[in-house]
């Protein structure tokens, strides 16, 4: 029986041990509870910064200050529990976007991961740091090309790795409805598109930009065959909310492990793009025109529609977040039916690496 390893990932002079990407998870799914297990098992462990101030005392007065607060006192946890390799999410989306970025790059933070909107700024941030490594997420080969090539023209810098985010996967997705289920955008062929797209600016520059796919990666065969296409490393995130170390709350986790196939589904988000979630109560009422009446004093989302919005989306996410499900609801990528149990993030690890090593058969 033929086995193979699973190869190192490498971004710029960072070498993590797993090809494998633990994905942002915001508003309080992921921060260094997962982040660090991640990373101390030799992934890269991610901590998201959406409404990662929702839980301090002064959010709802001191919206800018509570989240830079918030935000710092994650990175600091997760660096004194982890050695290894650990990066933020920021959503470029967020109104606080900036405020954000700064503190990942005075926090000296290994990786900014940035989607939800193009990143077209982000080395600015840098001023300088050589620390900070800067990975756009993006949806097609075009953005990938645009962002390359303007962070050349502008910053002369070019994207340290860059994400791929199919339509499988959890939250806000970066395709029209009509897209998500069409073959053409299938990750495989996402994945194909970027390699394009960046190749001739790869040989001119004679830099490598490694891909990262996203989006309904689940096994280790998952994870062996995106790479046989020449993707360098996987994001992951689904499948980790489902850990013990995961920063959710057991009924959000069991949320998970409960729904069927046919129970996740795509929402229209009041943020103005189509997210993936595990339809409840809650989503129902709020889809049938109920109305869940909310104060909205710091549009924490710019593409935010709040008021015409049925519901604020950070509060149901942070309610679930909490485990108070009937007052929010869950996102989860198109593979979350498949958990049928709680481990550990260890666990899970040798799962994916068993299986990986196995997917030559
Ligand atoms: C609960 C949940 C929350 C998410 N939150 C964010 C986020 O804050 N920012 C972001 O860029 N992506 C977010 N995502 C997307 C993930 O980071 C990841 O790229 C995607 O879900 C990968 O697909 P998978 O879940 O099938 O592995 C979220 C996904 C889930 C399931």
């Not at 830079?68 to 004194?80: G, P, Y």
């Not at 065969?221 to 499948?239: F, H, N």
């Not at 988000?269 to 997210?275: E, K």
């Amino acid at each position: 029986m033929k086995t193979k390893e699973m190869i190192n990932f490498i971004i710029g002079n960072l070498k993590a041990k797993l090809p494998i990407i633990q994905g942002g998870m915001g508003i309080g799914i992921s921060l260094s509870g997962l982040a660090s297990s991640v990373a101390n098992q030799g992934g890269i462990g991610v901590i998201a910064a959406a409404g990662v101030g929702m839980l301090e005392p002064d959010y709802y007065t001191n919206f800018r200050d509570s989240n830079i607060r918030a935000f710092r006192k994650h990175i600091r946890r997760t660096r004194e529990l982890s050695n290894g390799i650990i990066g933020v999410n920021i959503m470029v989306a967020l109104s606080n976007f900036s405020d954000l970025v700064k503190t990942a790059v005075e926090e000296k933070i290994d990786i900014i991961f940035a989607g939800a909107g193009l990143p077209l700024d982000l080395p600015k941030f840098l001023e300088g740091s050589k620390k900070t490594k800067l990975v756009p997420i993006i949806s097609s080969g075009k953005a990938a090309r645009i962002i390359a090539r303007r962070w050349l023209k502008k910053y002369d810098y070019l994207p340290d790795a860059i994400v791929i985010e199919g339509p499988r996967a959890g939250g806000h997705l970066g395709f029209k409805v009509e897209q998500i289920d069409d073959p053409k955008y299938s990750l495989d062929n996402l994945v194909k598109g970027v390699i394009e797209e960046i190749k001739p600016i790869e040989e001119a520059t004679g830099k490598k930009m490694p891909i990262i796919a996203a989006g309904g990666i689940y096994t280790g065969k998952d994870i062996y065959d995106i790479m046989q296409l020449g993707a360098s490393g996987v994001q992951m995130a689904t499948r980790f909310v489902t850990t013990d170390e995961c920063d959710a709350s057991i009924a959000f986790k069991k949320c998970y492990i409960n729904a069927g196939q046919k129970d996740i589904d795509i929402i229209k988000s009041p943020v103005g793009m189509p997210g993936r979630a595990i339809i409840n109560e809650f989503l129902k009422n709020t889809m049938s025109g109920k109305k869940k009446p909310f104060k909205c004093p710091y549009h924490c989302i710019i593409t935010c529609d709040y008021i015409n919005s049925p519901y604020c989306i950070a509060l149901a996410l942070s309610n679930a977040k909490q485990g108070k499900m009937k007052n929010g609801f869950a996102f989860a990528g198109k593979n979350a039916y498949r958990a049928d149990s709680i481990i550990s993030v260890k666990k899970l690890i040798e799962i994916l690496k068993k299986e990986y090593s196995h997917s030559l058969n």
